[in-house]
């Protein structure tokens, strides 16, 4: 699953060790037990993984690795780990749905390529696009609220600052319902990848990637990804389409529409790199304008960063502790009332509610009142 050679393996486990661990230590009819933790720090299974003499599940059912045999980005070990464990929990919940008797069915139509994105946007803004808010996660969570009550689980994952190796990816859609997000530090990003994540659960075309704003206006990306990203365009812009489609060819006689993109991008959450990336696409700017402006918006990102980055090193300076948080991802409300009726039903313990909720004990009873 994982397409590790024998050599990538053996220098996996043998991080941080004088004596790298060789194949007869592991390639042989008994191992021992340090040698089985070492794996299991890269795969986190659980040592009685390795103990079981039943061979591991290669079945279609079992990974979208073994159902897809090439994806829209070369993943990194870190990211088939992160897929491989979200596969596995959506495995877990559709076992204790059937076990408390859930409707898990999907509610929503399947679609094509054939079908107008743009129409079909429209249709779908009707039923999940939540209330408008100014608070990029609010909106966030009120749109993975939405989607809870269609039957579409989305869950996202947070990747701490000091991880070595980070998955390289930024949302992934599996049958037949689940969406998985990454934390980025922009919530534009994430929404736009839930959106276009959206677009591949309605043409059910399972895909792991990761999204770049400057190929959204590549002419050469294949039908679905094109698809998905006008899509989750028309999803975000709602009303705000026609005016962009009106708009002249920005230039800098009329400062590139900056004032009227940035009022457009502060009401849909379409950062403006991706609404000038749009104009890109729809030749409405000319690429020697849109890399002047991509290139300011870099700058000014780049100015942002050394600021903060000058702050924290200001407090150091001062003796002040900086306490960071680890952030915590957004549960989806559907997922939630899913392990609350599988413990109503007796179906999985006070231990398995935390564990899966990822909560501590003292927490409980604010999840099972």
């Not at 230590?25 to 003499?53: A, M, N, Q, T, W």
Request: hydrophobic letters at 35%; charged letters at 35%.
């Amino acid at each position: 699953m994982y397409k590790l050679s024998l050599s990538e393996f053996l220098l996996k486990i043998s991080e941080g060790l004088k004596m790298p661990i060789s194949e007869k230590d592991v390639f042989s009819e008994r191992i021992e037990v340090k040698y089985l933790k070492r794996i299991d720090k890269i795969f986190e299974k659980g040592i009685h993984y390795y103990l079981d003499p039943k061979a591991p599940e290669n079945s279609k059912e079992a990974s979208v690795f073994f159902r897809k045999e090439s994806f829209g980005t070369e993943l990194n070990f870190r990211a088939k780990k992160i897929v491989s464990q979200f596969e596995e929990l959506k495995i877990s919940i559709t076992a204790i749905s059937k076990l408390a008797e859930l409707d898990t069915k999907r509610k929503i139509s399947k679609f094509s390529i054939r079908d107008n994105p743009e129409k079909i946007a429209n249709e779908f803004r009707k039923i999940l696009y939540p209330n408008f808010t100014s608070k990029r996660r609010d909106f966030l969570k009120s749109l993975i609220s939405k989607l809870a009550e269609s039957n579409v689980l989305v869950f996202e994952f947070v990747e701490t600052h000091n991880r070595k190796e980070k998955a390289n990816i930024d949302g992934f859609f599996l049958k037949p319902n689940v969406i998985v997000l990454k934390r980025h530090q922009s919530f534009r990003r994430e929404i736009f990848t839930l959106a276009h994540e959206l677009g591949h659960f309605l043409l059910d075309k399972e895909e792991i990637e990761l999204l770049d704003y400057s190929v959204i206006a590549d002419k050469h990306l294949s039908s679905i990804e094109r698809w998905c990203n006008d899509f989750a365009y028309y999803f975000l812009v709602g009303e705000y389409g026609k005016v962009i489609k009106h708009l002249e060819v920005a230039k800098e006689s009329n400062d590139y529409h900056f004032d009227l993109i940035k009022t457009i991008s502060d009401n849909t959450h379409l950062s403006q790199i991706a609404l000038f990336t749009r104009l890109l696409f729809k030749n409405q700017i000319s690429q020697t304008n849109y890399n002047r402006v991509r290139n300011e918006f870099e700058e000014q990102f780049q100015k942002y960063q050394k600021e903060k980055d000058r702050e924290k090193e200001l407090q150091k300076e001062k003796g002040i502790k900086l306490r960071g948080s680890v952030a915590k991802p957004i549960s989806s409300p559907l997922f939630i009332s899913t392990i609350q009726t599988a413990f109503y039903e007796g179906i999985i313990s006070e231990y398995e509610v935390c564990k899966k909720l990822n909560i501590k004990p003292e927490k409980l009873n604010k999840i099972i009142q």
